[in-house]
């Protein structure tokens, strides 16, 4: 088979979600599937595609697309979100399946656009369980962090829902009754500061760099508003870190899948629709609070019962495989 992978193989370093997963992606099915070939989406020769978002198909190919999310931005603070969104329905009714990274991700699109009536799947994002490993050296020694310390990490390409702010908010209400406390950001970052000595602003971090840091910290913190499917989370699944996650989007179905830590239910529930994206509540701090004690003080349990190879990139592949193989068994038998 034959497989066209969006932007292969012209990845070079990407620094958003969805070109980083695809990158991923191919290299892992070049490098461990030998009788599947990928092509740039430039040359004619593939059976079908697999893009991001929209239709990028330059032939008369069948394809799937892959959704990783769409515009929710009732403000259009960014893009006009009817539009976008417009155009990746009209990209969803000219393809032959389509891939959600999450249930989130695949209820939003039917509350928009109705049920589905073509073939589609959820595939959660995976990552290497060889590069994000839990063995292996740190940096807390060249950061200077004392054996002692309690380690939170927090990593995102920094807009607003993220909540950056909140996240430090969050530091700092801890603070107050746990003096042992380190945080470390990960990602490029908007004007926040901190006069505190524990904040760590690494800014951003080259993939290859990620697993020390990872490996530097205790526990996973992820506490944007509505986040599809974050790489990040993976990632740090993978490097066998609990985690603490916030109850929107569909970020938390890979903490749930990997028992890797606990959801919390600190904010409301939010109706699929269009909303004011940019503009996030405040989390609950003190339900927030009660969730970290609880790994906090428990801490070996939890890093004992994560299960990493829920998140293996090697089982997402072979979803991805066999979703393409089905697709084009279905067109062979019409």
Known sequence: ????????????????????????????????????????????????????????????????????????????????????????????????GIIFVSQYCKDIFESLFGKLNKPNKIINNGVSLKQFSNIGTNLRKKLNIEDDKFVIISSASWRRHKRLEETIKFYNFLKKEIN?????????????????????????????????????????????????????????????LPSLCANNGGNFELVIKSNAGIVSSCDKIVKNGLINYYNPPEPDYEILKNDFMKIYENYDVFKENINRKNIDISNTAENYIQFCEDILSKIDEN
């Open 1 to 96: 088979m034959n497989i066209s992978i969006d932007s292969y193989p012209f990845f070079k370093s990407p620094k958003i979600g969805p070109l980083i997963f695809l990158k991923r992606l191919s290299k892992h099915i070049r490098e461990n599937n030998k009788n599947i070939k990928l092509y740039s989406k430039f040359n004619p020769f593939y059976d079908i595609g697999i893009f991001s978002t929209l239709d990028k198909s330059f032939y008369n190919k069948p394809f799937i697309l892959r959704l990783d999310g769409l515009f929710i931005d009732q403000l259009n603070t960014n893009y006009n979100s009817s539009y976008e969104n417009q155009r990746i329905y009209n990209s969803a009714k000219k393809s032959e």
């Open 180 to 240: 042992n406390l380190v945080l470390i950001i990960l990602g490029k970052k908007t004007n926040i500061y901190s006069n505190d000595k524990d904040i760590i602003f690494a800014g951003y971090v080259e993939e290859r760099d990620l697993p020390y840091w990872y490996r530097s910290s205790n526990l996973y913190l992820h506490l944007a508003w509505i986040e599809p499917n974050a790489n990040s989370q993976a990632e740090a699944i993978a490097s066998g």
